[in-house]
């Protein structure tokens, strides 16, 4: 592996640590405000999070790569409502995904196939993860401003 590609796997598990530490913040803006099924679904993605940058994490170990874990910035705590916390977990989402994809590009370049086959996994995961965010903005945009709606879809949240 070369030292440009072991660069940007840390760089991926530092994105991927970061992501996990927002959705942390997420779940607990969702807790104070009661919304129990909300901060279950973004502890869920917390660990997700934390499991893809292992994935990176064992991948470097495995090809006898160096791990460089990177600083995380504090997440934002400021959020002005579930549908703004769920617009920026999807782009999140979609940052990660772009992240993602010029990876792969640049594992293609580089003929290495241990890598693309490792982000072949992770690009059929990102559209789950970008289709969850949306469908959650979908019903959180059609609920609107019922308080009714916002109790049922924290129920329903919970289930996860």
């Known amino acids: 592996m070369n030292e440009e590609i072991q660069q940007i796997i840390n760089d991926q598990i ?8 927002d959705y942390l913040a997420m779940s607990a803006f969702f807790e104070e405000q009661s919304l129990e099924g909300f901060a279950h679904w973004m502890k869920k993605q917390w660990e997700e999070e934390t499991e893809h940058a292992m994935k990176f ?3 470097l170990l495995a090809r006898n790569g160096h791990v460089e874990l990177k600083s995380l ?3 934002s705590v400021s959020f002005n409502s579930p549908l703004d916390v769920f617009r920026k977990a999807l782009a999140q989402e ?11 590009e640049r594992a293609v370049g580089d003929k290495d ?3 693309q086959q490792l982000l072949l996994w992770f690009i059929e995961e990102q559209v789950e993860e970008e289709d969850a965010a949306r469908s959650i903005i979908d019903q959180l945009e059609m609920i609107g401003d019922s308080r009714s709606g916002l109790f049922l879809l ?3 949240l919970k289930q996860r």
């Open 14 to 21: 530092q994105a991927e640590l970061q992501s996990a530490y």
């Open 57 to 59: 994490y064992r991948h």
């Open 73 to 75: 910035k504090q997440p």
């Open 94 to 104: 979609q940052k990660i995904t772009i992240f993602i994809h010029d990876m792969y």
């Open 113 to 115: 196939y241990a890598l």
């Open 154 to 156: 924290d129920k329903e």
